[in-house]
C-alpha cells in the first residue's frame, strides 16, 4: 500500500502504560460481555456509555475516537458501523429480505466480507467503474445485493476516526495505551480497496416476531496492528 505524498508514519506505536488506581464499580460485565472492556475505558475517560455518529469525545480541542482491545484478542477493531442501501437487486429490497435469503438454519446471517475475493458464502465487496459505489456482491448473484456511497462511507470514517486513543488491555486493571492523529482519508479508501479493511455483517431474525431483522450493525473493520496505517503520526499524552 503506497501511502498518500506528504505524510508519514512512525516506526513503531508511541505507548504508555496506564494504570487503573480503583476499577470502576459502575461498570458491570453483562453475560458474554464482549463491550466490557470499551465501557470500562470510557468510564476511566470520563466518557458516558454512547452509540454517538462522532468521536466519543468531542467536546475538547482534540476530539477522539476511543477504542479497546480485551486481554488476548487477536480479533479484527471495529472502526464504525454504516448499513448499505437495498436498492441493487430486484428481489431484495430492504434488510430483513437479505436477511431471510441468505441466513442459516438458526436464523443468523454472520459474515466477514472484503474486497475482491468470495468468502465461502459466496460474499465480496466491488466498486462501480466511477468508484461512486461500494457494491455488496454474491457470485451466485448477476446483481449486486446492496450498495455504499462510497465518498460517504470515506466521510463517515474522517469524521468518526479524526483521532484515535486505543487501550489494549493487559488485564482489568492495566492498560498500554497508543494515540492516533491524523486520519487520512485516502488510506483508509486504499485500505478498504485492498481488502484490508473488511466489512462484517451481523443480523438475526427478531426474537419478537418474523417482520423485522436485529442487525447489530454492518460493520467496518481492521487488524489492529494496521491503525497506524490511517494515521499520520502517533504521540503521548
Known amino acids: 500500500l503506497n501511502r498518500p505524498k506528504g505524510t508519514k508514519r512512525n516506526s513503531a506505536p508511541i505507548q504508555e502504560v496506564m494504570m487503573l488506581a480503583i476499577r470502576e464499580k459502575s461498570v458491570e460485565r453483562r453475560g458474554d460481555d464482549s463491550g466490557y472492556y470499551g465501557r470500562l475505558y470510557e468510564a476511566k475517560r470520563g466518557v458516558v456509555e454512547n452509540n454517538l455518529s462522532g468521536p466519543d469525545i468531542s467536546d475538547s480541542e482534540v476530539p477522539v475516537e476511543l477504542k479497546s482491545k480485551k486481554p488476548g484478542s487477536k480479533s479484527k477493531m471495529t472502526l464504525f458501523s454504516r448499513e448499505p442501501t437495498y436498492d441493487t437487486h430486484s428481489e431484495i429490497r430492504k434488510s430483513k429480505q437479505?436477511?431471510?435469503?441468505?441466513?442459516?438454519?438458526?436464523?443468523?446471517?454472520?459474515?466477514?466480507?472484503?474486497f475482491g475475493s468470495p468468502n465461502?458464502?459466496?460474499?465480496?465487496?466491488?466498486?462501480?467503474?466511477?468508484?461512486?459505489?461500494?457494491?455488496?456482491?454474491?457470485?451466485?448473484?448477476?446483481?449486486?445485493?446492496?450498495?455504499?456511497?462510497?465518498?460517504?462511507v470515506c466521510q463517515k470514517a474522517g469524521e468518526k476516526l479524526v483521532n484515535m486513543d486505543v487501550a489494549d488491555f493487559i488485564d482489568e486493571d492495566t492498560y498500554t495505551e497508543t494515540k492516533y492523529r491524523g486520519f487520512e482519508v485516502d488510506a483508509f479508501r486504499a485500505l478498504l480497496l485492498s481488502a484490508s479493511v473488511v466489512v462484517d455483517v451481523r443480523m438475526r431474525d427478531s426474537e419478537l416476531s418474523g417482520k423485522k431483522a436485529k442487525n447489530r450493525g454492518t460493520a467496518f473493520r481492521i487488524q489492529p496492528n494496521q491503525l497506524g496505517m490511517l494515521y499520520k503520526n502517533t504521540e503521548n499524552e
Open 120 to 152: 465461502n458464502r459466496g460474499f465480496f465487496l466491488d466498486v462501480s467503474d466511477d468508484q461512486r459505489f461500494l457494491f455488496l456482491c454474491n457470485s451466485f448473484e448477476s446483481l449486486p445485493l446492496a450498495r455504499w456511497n462510497l465518498d460517504d
Open 98 to 114: 437479505f436477511l431471510d435469503k441468505y441466513k442459516n438454519e438458526s436464523g443468523k446471517l454472520n459474515t466477514t466480507i472484503k
